[in-house]
């Protein structure tokens, strides 16, 4: 959890400027994990159901990572940004 926590975390908070960071951070993360990891097991069973092979919910884990990291090269740079500037 400490691997997944020290990137991501650090990673939500650069997305938003100083003013809303901690609002924006929070929200968008905790909806994103209600919506998506709370439906993950519904989503599981229909992949199983479906095709017939128990590993279709890791093929879907690994979509879901190939679209994560392909978003992330989208996001700019923070470091040495003055933070006086955003406010």
């Known amino acids: 959890m400490c691997f997944y926590g020290g990137g991501s975390y650090t990673f939500f908070v650069e997305l938003f400027p100083a003013a809303t960071r901690l609002s924006g951070a929070a929200i968008s993360y905790n909806v994103a994990f209600a919506l ?19 590993m279709s919910p890791a093929l879907l884990v690994v979509l879901t990572g190939v679209i994560a990291f392909a978003a992330s090269l989208g996001v700019p740079e923070t470091a040495g940004r003055d933070l006086l500037e955003e406010a």
């Open 36 to 54: 998506f990891g709370g439906a993950a097991p519904f989503a599981a069973t229909a992949l199983v159901s479906a095709t017939d092979l128990a």
